[in-house]
């Protein structure tokens, strides 16, 4: 099977080209850099392993343009490419390739949203339709069947596998108050002044809060997508306000809201078992997990904390890996009829 990485040199393109290298189904991996082609790999990324080379054999080792990969017979795209980039330089493959596009150019499928949340049109409104929503638990049939994948963003990622199961058996009352906290490499290799060490360690700051944050329209989408609509109520609203820490990353999640009257203790227990029981990727804990817990893996470990009719849900996730590559890869899995662990990390680093 022949894969393509779409901006290679990047946090994700880098993790992808790792989680890639070492699955067993990908025999050709195409990295794609138009900055970097006809540079060896290991130049540029000098902590690759060997396993990296066989793969690479199509392409001397070196990162390649966008017309080698175009012209390769291409089975699965991964494109780790900007915002509002993505879609036009994807061009090439939709008919001919499944694209899981890691940017945001498909996650939201009604264009009035979208415009509110990125300011512009989307880059291909004809092809909203057709793509289907990467949240790989939540999705899977459609995934299954998809070749287009939209891979969500890492904080709608770790605010809605705890939340969902929720919404879906109609147990939220109010609006929903999301605080999330990154690490830096969620901004990706940005050479920006509040990005540098010196200005991140020790600090830590909000951005964008309420509604203000794009992440929140898609977090949104998926709410109102869930939500069950009885007695023509409106789904819950979400603020969300996120915050960038000094770690480098991992992402952790506190989700408060307030449940409908009578809901039990053992009515929230089985809801997410009934939604997770049987995945491999999500961990439901009895005690408040750690972000690094989850470092280096595909997993997403959550608990929750309930003072009477209000409920804490407590996530954490690895940004670079659920939260972007890692669920890019389970997707690839889920599309191709694999099993949905192969190739993926399941235990945290130490």
Known sequence: MKAAILGTTGYTGQILLRLLSTHPEVTHIYPVSSSSSGTPLM??????????????????????????????????????????????????????????DLSADFRISDPNIFFRAYNQQPPRPDLLNKAVYGL??????????????ANPGCYPTATLLPLLPLIRENMVETDIIVNALSGISGAGKKARENLLFCTRTENVNAYNPGRQHRHTQEIQQEIDRWSPGQNNTQPARVYFTPHLVPIQQGMAVTTSLGLKKGITDEAIHQAFLDCYENRPWIRYTSTIPQTSHVRGTN?????????????????VIDNLYKGASGQAVQNMNIRFGFEETLGLPDHGEL
């Open 43 to 100: 130049e540029l990324d000098p902590s690759l392993g060997n396993s990296v080379r066989e793969k690479t054999s199509c392409t001397n080792h070196c990162y390649v343009d966008l017309s080698t990969a175009a012209k390769a017979g291409i089975d699965i795209v991964f494109a780790a490419l900007p915002h509002l980039a993505s879609a036009e330089i994807c061009k090439p493959f939709f008919q001919t390739s499944v694209v899981v």
């Open 136 to 149: 790989s638990e939540w999705m899977t049939p459609e995934i299954s069947q998809a070749d287009l994948i």
């Open 299 to 315: 997993r997403c470990d959550f608990t929750y904390h309930r003072d009477e009719d209000r409920i804490f849900l407590l996530s």
